[in-house]
T-cell receptor, first 118, second 114 residues
């Protein structure tokens, strides 16, 4: 079974600064998808960024980018120019590319609570 | 375009009762998944439905059940509620069963069992 580990339960960043959230995962599969989701106090999980394992290029979405190291099984999220609205729980998630490996369910890490200091 | 709608947003039930939670996916989305979120266990997969068929179920007791209707709306039911069932229940939908482009989540139903 796949596991996802987020080793930083809480982090803080000064407004306008850059912060990196860590995520490692364990899998024996070669093809999969990785996601970062943001959960603000409104509780809705919002997709921040996705990465396909067979693509070497790191995904980028505006101020959000990832550092995907497939061999190291690492998938960190970098938030640049942090804004007050970035304060939330951030979850790293894994999804197999093969339905036979247990359907298309997401396996989540425990999350990192990000605080943004004005 | 309306998002994923979950009703009710909050629910308080007594131990031993049963509860039904509802999820309306984004229009056109045919895949619906349910997750349970608790402080201790985090986010855990409950069910996955596509075109009215349950594709997979997580490691939860038989008291947890669900279904999907022809209009893709989904319900989950928990019978004989226990205190440990208190959680945020999240529903997610995607256009296709694979969810390659990620799932869109609702705001969840907060269930409290007393």
């Amino acid at each position: 079974a796949q596991t996802v580990t987020q080793s930083q339960p809480e982090m803080s960043v000064q407004e306008a600064e850059t912060v990196t959230l860590s995520c490692t995962y364990d899998t024996s599969e070669s093809d999969y998808y990785l996601f970062w989701y943001k959960q603000p106090p409104s509780r809705q999980m919002i997709l921040v960024i996705r990465q396909e394992a067979y693509k070497q290029q790191n995904a980028t979405e505006n101020r959000f980018s990832v550092n995907f190291q497939k061999a190291a099984k690492s998938f960190s999220l970098k938030i640049s120019d942090s804004q007050l609205g970035d304060a939330a729980m951030y979850f790293c998630a894994y999804r197999s590319a093969y339905s036979g490996a247990g359907s298309y369910q997401l396996t989540f890490g425990k999350g990192t609570k990000l605080s943004v200091i004005p | 375009k309306a998002g994923v709608t979950q009703t009710p947003r909050y629910l308080i039930k007594t131990r031993g009762q049963q509860v039904t939670l509802s999820c309306s996916p984004i229009s056109g989305h045919r895949s619906v998944s349910w997750y349970q979120q608790t402080p201790g266990q985090g986010l855990q997969f409950l069910f996955e439905y596509f075109s009215e068929t349950q594709r997979n179920k997580g490691n939860f007791p038989g008291r947890f059940s669900g279904r999907q209707f022809s209009n893709s709306r989904s319900e989950m039911n928990v019978s004989t509620l226990e205190l440990g069932d208190s959680a945020l229940y999240l529903c997610a939908s995607s256009l296709e069963v694979t969810g390659d482009y990620g799932y869109t989540f609702g705001s969840g139903t907060r269930l409290t069992v007393v």
